[in-house]
């Protein structure tokens, strides 16, 4: 096996991490309102191995709760930390979600997933050093991996994953043409 480049190191670990963010915060957020706690946003900083000093995460929690009420929105944590997907890709992401999820039910069957899935133009397999296969099964991992339900991903979810995977791609056409290719869009 081929040694992975460190962006390729970051890229993957910049997926898990985004995505393993989200799947805990909804796990952590019991009334499902997008808001977390003082004590359970530094939980999962600890979790993520994400610690920082107590007088720096104090900063982060002031800028953070910035309505005063003692909560943040997870999601507007992911985005502080992390940066945004820019609306030009997330209209991508949308588009290849809408052809999973054709009923509009706003979760799709794992399994659809992987008929849809395609990765027969991906890099490597295009170069001769990984299988078709071998591809998809790793992407299937990992988007399951983020996923509350291992056997269905919602749209916030799938957001999520593409979060991450967009974080390691500098170029727009590159990251649209990853989701042209794997989805046919």
């Known amino acids: 096996l081929e040694e992975e480049t460190d962006e390729e190191t970051l890229s993957k670990r910049g997926v898990r991490v985004i995505t393993g963010l989200g799947k805990y915060f909804r796990q952590m957020d019991k009334n499902r309102n997008g808001f977390l706690s003082r004590a359970a946003l530094k939980e999962a900083l600890k979790v993520f191995h994400l610690e920082m ?8 929690w002031l800028i953070l709760d910035d309505s005063k009420n003692d909560k943040v929105d997870y999601g507007e944590f992911t985005h502080a930390i992390f940066g945004e997907m820019n609306e030009y890709r997330k209209t991508f992401v949308r588009k290849a979600y809408m052809k999973l999820d054709f009923n509009k039910t706003g979760s799709v069957p794992m399994v659809d997933v992987r008929k849809c899935y395609c990765a027969k133009k991906h890099p490597l397999v295009l170069a001769g050093k990984t299988a078709e296969e071998e591809i998809k099964s790793s992407f299937l991992e ?3 991996d983020s996923c509350s ?3 269905e991903v919602s749209y916030s979810e799938f957001e999520d994953y593409y979060e991450g995977l967009s974080f390691g791609i500098v170029g727009d056409d590159d990251f649209v043409n990853i989701l042209r290719n794997s989805w046919g869009i």
């Not at 000093?53 to 982060?60: A, I, K, Q, R, Y």
Request: aromatic residues 8%; glycine residues 14%.
């Open 53 to 60: 000093p107590e007088g720096d995460f104090e900063s982060l």
């Open 142 to 144: 990992a988007l399951g």
């Open 149 to 151: 339900n291992p056997s």
